[in-house]
Each structure stands twice: as C-alpha cells, then as structure tokens.
C-alpha cells in the first residue's frame, strides 16, 4: 500500500474509525494496487472570486490576474485548493452590461482590463482610475505604448513561439477582427492564410497579441498556484467580435432569458445573445467546438453556465418585452456529445453544468447517461440530490450573500433598483436555512453552521464565495438589471487587509475540518 493512503470508516455513533489492516489488505486485493489514490485528498475545498472586484495595494483601480495569484496563495495558506473565477472574456463597448462578465463580446479572448502592470513590467502612475471603464482605457493605452516603443518586445522567442503554436484559430481570427475594427477596416478572414508571420505581428496588429499573450502568461503563473476553474457564459453582447465572427451561429435578433419563477415573479431579459441551433448545425458546431476548445485552453475547469441551453433556449425578441419570450429547441444530443468528447477517461478537464432553472427532461436524460457532473447550489438543494462528482457552492454570484441574506439589505437593495422580487421567498429562504443548521442567534453561528454543512455535504468539491467569506451585504450582480453594483463594486479591503483577518481563517478552517477526512 501506499505510504500516503489511509482507508477510515465512520460507525454508527458518527465517530471515524481507521480501517485495520485486514481490511486494508482485502481492499487492495479487491481493488488491485492503488499506488496513484489517496484517499485523504480526494475531498477538496475551494472558493469563488469575481476577479473584477478584488483589490490589492498594486492593482490598477480593478481586480487582476496578479491579485487573483495573491488571492490564490493567501487562501491556499489556509487549505484552499482550487479557484473558481468569473468569466474573463473581452467586454462589448456598446451593450448595456458593458462592464459584466457574463455578457462579453468575446468568450474566445482575455479582456485587457485583467492584464496586471507591475506583473507586466509597465510602471503606471498617477491616482487609481476612478472606474471600470477609465482602468480599461488607461491599461489599453500603457500597452500600446509599450509595444510601440519597444518594437523588439514582438519578436521575442517566447512571445512568437505562442502567437505561432499556443493561440487557437479562432483567437487568431478574433485578433485579426479586433485589430481592423480599431481602424474601421472591415475584416476578410482569408487574408489570414497569406500573412507572414511578420505581417501578422506587425505594428498595428502587435499590441492586441502582445495583450493576450500577457494575460495568458499571467494565467498560466496563477495556475501555479492551484488549479484555476473557469465560467463559460451562456451567451455573448452584440455588437462584439464572436457575433461578427459566427453571424449565422449566434441570434442576434432575440435576447436570451429565463421565465418566471420562485425567484422572480417578472421573466428575465439578458442583453447576451445565443446559439442559433440551425445555423450551428449547418457549419457543423465549428463556432461552439471552438469557443469550449479555447476556454479549457486556459483553465483547468469549466462552470458552463445555464447549461440548460443545451437542451432548449428562451429567448426574447428584441423589439418584444418581457412577457413575449418563446422556448428554442437545441440539438441536445449533438451539444452534450461534443462536451463530453472533450473529457479524458479520468474525469479532466473538469465540466461542471449548472443546471438550475426551468427542468429539462431530455437534457437530464442525457446528463445523467454520461454521468456529467454537476454545479450545485447547496441553499437550493439542501444536500438531498447532491452527487460526489458534482461541485457545490454555497451562494454565487447571482444569489444573495449570506449577510445580506440575514440583514435582508439584499431585499432593500432589488426594492431600491426597482426590481421587485419575491420578498416572500426570500424570507422563506432565510427561515428555512436557520431551521436547516437548527436554527441561530446570530449572523456569526448562522454562518459557521451552513459552512460545516457545506464541508461535510456528499460532494467530493465545494467552493465557498469569497464575498461571503468577506461579510459582504450586498452581491455584485442583480440578474436581468443594467443597473446597481454589476462588478463595480470593489471588496471593502483589499487583499493585504483582509489577509490576517481571523475571521476568514476561522471559516477556512471550518472547511478544511470535513474535507481533509
């Protein structure tokens, strides 16, 4: 046996017990060798961070790639073992949510806004930019003028070995797009077969691949760190580059949604557009192949997010309103077969699909026949359908944090922006967890007690918010609204602040108890 492996059981008074050695040596005549497995480590925790909002001493007015590394070995010091990050595609200038990750106008490039100066060797001073958008345009303009004064950066052994050989066709189109649009060229992909390297790389063109390259390296540095579990939005914003790329492979004429529910009494409308199921299936799904095959290229993970869209979409014309939406049948056998031919026998990359909403049955059928794993809400499911291979979270981005939850500044805040949700299911909400942890005197007991559920739950990974973790009353994002936070509010502290905070340990520790058994 391996030195490293430990087989325990639990008796029936809860206590565990490890295993004697003639069960272990019946084990592994049962099981053959097991050299590779150890038990111990199989159960992890990790946490969720929108990138967007962390701030550190050295960032530029908002969360980085460098921060997210901080972020990492500040609490992989305390057990962490593995990240989930919010989307990191290129914005959409011109939609609504032009700040919201989960609405890019590319899901196949990094935005430059996540690109970190220090990291980058680029000194930048003057105050802190003021908002997303000044953080994005001041960054923008530091790298441009990096390359331009520095031509010899561009043929840098490293920098042409991946613009050669790392980058997808996809991101060389979407670069080759990127660069024209900025001089009101448009962009004849079939050009791209008859360039030069050099031509490819040349002064206009240089700065936009000079950006990716960077921000993939600084990727590559923080996955060092643990592995790095990306979020692969339903939908993209029109105008952005993955529209222009595909046009006859994304809707551009409905906006995708969701219809009533428990959680809001009123239909949601998304300013993100989806998969034209025809369109898609006539180019042979090349635009969806590519977008995933990019994505799991930077990641050691994937969160697909509403993946019940493989299944079917609502959708919502744009000239219409919220009432007038209509469900769009996907090929739900084509989609769920491409997914999984992108997983390898031992489970990686990893493929989480939310699947909350509105059921499916032909989707769930399929899901559950190639036994994909699952992304979880444990306040939604309260540990009753929970599978090992699923990821578990307690709260995301799109539901209350636990303190606005408890102080229902949530509830005040959806009534401020005009969005009247239902106050009665919240309430509910908030009872029926006390009574699911047995109730509590207090924010602090409440917390602590839904944390040592969601270390013990069936799932062999949780993860656990960090605005949550953080204390945060308000979340960063209201589904369906243009308006409020939506990732521009910053975390209260920055990560040098909030580092020694022995309540943040404390919750670490909470997790690491049941996950290391």
Same mark, same amino acid.
């Given at each position: 046996?391996?030195?490293?492996?430990?087989?325990?059981?639990?008796?029936?008074?809860?206590?565990?017990?490890?295993?004697?050695?003639?069960?272990?040596?019946?084990?592994?005549?049962?099981?053959?060798?097991?050299?590779?497995?150890?038990?111990?480590?199989?159960?992890?925790?990790?946490?969720?961070?929108?990138?967007?909002?962390?701030?550190?001493?050295?960032?530029?007015?908002?969360?980085?790639?460098?921060?997210?590394?901080?972020?990492?070995?500040?609490?992989?010091?305390?057990?962490?073992?593995?990240?989930?990050?919010?989307?990191?595609?290129?914005?959409?200038?011109?939609?609504?949510?032009?700040?919201?990750?989960?609405?890019?106008?590319?899901?196949?490039?990094?935005?430059?806004?996540?690109?970190?100066?220090?990291?980058?060797?680029?000194?930048?001073?003057?105050? !802190?930019?003021?908002?997303?958008?000044?953080?994005?345009?001041?960054? /923008?303009?530091?790298?441009?003028?990096?390359?331009?004064?520095?031509?010899?950066?561009?043929?840098?052994?490293?920098?042409?070995?991946?613009?050669?050989?790392?980058?997808?066709?996809?991101?060389?189109?979407?670069?080759?797009?990127?660069?024209?649009?900025?001089?009101?060229?448009?962009?004849?992909?079939?050009? %791209?077969?008859?360039?030069?390297?050099?031509?490819?790389?040349?002064?206009?063109?240089?700065?936009?691949?000079?950006?990716?390259?960077?921000?993939?390296?600084?990727?590559?540095? !923080? +996955?060092?760190?643990?592995?790095?579990?990306?979020?692969?939005?339903?939908?993209?914003?029109?105008?952005?580059?993955?529209?222009?790329?595909?046009?006859?492979?994304?809707?551009?004429?409905?906006?995708?949604?969701?219809?009533?529910?428990?959680?809001?009494?009123?239909?949601?409308?998304? !300013?993100?557009?989806?998969?034209?199921?025809?369109?898609?299936?006539?180019?042979?799904?090349?635009?969806?192949?590519?977008?995933?095959?990019?994505?799991?290229?930077?990641?050691?993970?994937? +969160?697909?997010?509403?993946?019940?869209?493989?299944?079917?979409?609502?959708?919502?014309? /744009?000239?219409?309103?919220?009432?007038?939406?209509?469900?769009?049948?996907?090929?739900?056998?084509?989609?769920?077969? /491409?997914?999984?031919?992108?997983?390898?026998?031992?489970?990686?990359?990893?493929?989480?699909?939310?699947?909350?909403?509105?059921?499916?049955?032909?989707?769930?059928?399929?899901?559950?026949?190639?036994?994909?794993?699952?992304?979880?809400?444990?306040?939604?499911?309260?540990?009753?359908?929970?599978?090992?291979?699923?990821?578990? !979270?307690?709260?995301?981005?799109?539901?209350?944090? %636990?303190?606005? %939850?408890?102080?229902?500044?949530?509830?005040?805040?959806?009534?401020?922006?005009?969005?009247?949700?239902?106050?009665?299911?919240?309430?509910?909400?908030?009872?029926?967890?006390?009574?699911?942890?047995?109730?509590?005197?207090?924010?602090?007991?409440?917390?602590?007690?839904?944390?040592?559920?969601?270390?013990?739950?069936?799932?062999?990974?949780?993860?656990?918010?960090?605005?949550?973790?953080?204390?945060?009353?308000? +979340?960063?994002?209201?589904?369906?609204?243009?308006?409020?936070?939506?990732?521009?509010?910053?975390?209260?502290?920055?990560?040098?602040?909030?580092?020694?905070?022995?309540?943040?340990?404390?919750?670490?520790?909470? %997790?690491?108890?049941?996950?290391?058994?």
């Amino acid at each position: 046996m391996h030195p490293n492996v430990v087989l325990n059981y639990t008796r029936s008074d809860g206590v565990s017990v490890q295993a004697s050695d003639r069960a272990i040596r019946w084990v592994s005549k049962a099981l053959g060798p097991l050299q590779s497995i150890d038990f111990r480590t199989t159960r992890k925790w990790g946490f969720s961070v929108s990138t967007f909002a962390l701030r550190s001493n050295e960032s530029l007015g908002i969360g980085d790639l460098d921060d997210l590394r901080k972020c990492m070995d500040t609490l992989g010091q305390m057990g962490a073992e593995f990240c989930t990050i919010s989307p990191l595609g290129l914005w959409s200038s011109r939609s609504p949510y032009e700040h919201y990750p989960y609405a890019p106008g590319s899901r196949i490039l990094i935005d430059p806004v996540h690109v970190s100066m220090a990291s980058a060797g680029i000194i930048s001073t003057g105050p !802190a930019p003021s908002s997303w958008k000044e953080a994005r345009r001041r960054k /923008i303009a530091l790298i441009r003028r990096l390359v331009t004064e520095n031509p010899l950066i561009l043929r840098q052994d490293e920098f042409r070995k991946w613009a050669a050989e790392a980058t997808t066709r996809a991101q060389r189109e979407a670069l080759f797009a990127l660069e024209r649009k900025s001089r009101s060229i448009e962009p004849h992909y079939d050009e %791209l077969s008859s360039m030069t390297d050099d031509e490819l790389l040349g002064a206009d063109l240089g700065p936009y691949w000079w950006t990716q390259y960077e921000a993939e390296r600084q990727l590559k540095i !923080a +996955r060092m760190v643990m592995p790095v579990y990306g979020d692969l939005p339903v939908g993209v914003a029109s105008p952005g580059l993955d529209a222009e790329m595909w046009p006859h492979s994304i809707l551009t004429g409905a906006n995708l949604g969701a219809p009533s529910d428990a959680d809001h009494v009123k239909p949601q409308v998304w !300013a993100v557009h989806g998969w034209d199921p025809r369109g898609l299936a006539r180019c042979g799904y090349v635009p969806y192949r590519q977008t995933l095959e990019t994505n799991l290229k930077f990641y050691s993970g994937l +969160r697909v997010d509403h993946a019940l869209a493989l299944g079917r979409q609502y959708i919502v014309p /744009i000239a219409g309103d919220t009432f007038e939406g209509v469900y769009v049948r996907s090929d739900t056998s084509a989609l769920t077969e /491409i997914l999984v031919s992108h997983v390898s026998p031992d489970g990686t990359p990893y493929l989480y699909l939310e699947l909350i909403g509105t059921p499916f049955d032909e989707l769930e059928a399929f899901v559950s026949y190639h036994g994909l794993p699952r992304y979880r809400l444990l306040l939604a499911d309260l540990d009753q359908r929970i599978d090992r291979k699923d990821l578990v !979270a307690l709260t995301n981005h799109d539901t209350p944090t %636990l303190k606005g %939850l408890w102080t229902r500044c949530d509830l005040a805040m959806q009534h401020s922006l005009g969005f009247h949700g239902d106050d009665a299911a919240l309430n509910q909400l908030l009872e029926r967890t006390r009574e699911y942890v047995g109730g509590s005197a207090c924010f602090s007991e409440y917390q602590n007690a839904l944390y040592e559920r969601l270390s013990g739950c069936a799932a062999d990974r949780v993860t656990a918010h960090l605005e949550d973790m953080l204390g945060m009353e308000y +979340r960063l994002h209201y589904p369906g609204h243009a308006k409020g936070p939506d990732y521009q509010a910053p975390h209260p502290r920055t990560i040098e602040q909030w580092r020694s905070d022995g309540r943040v340990q404390e919750l670490c520790e909470i %997790l690491s108890t049941k996950r290391g058994m």
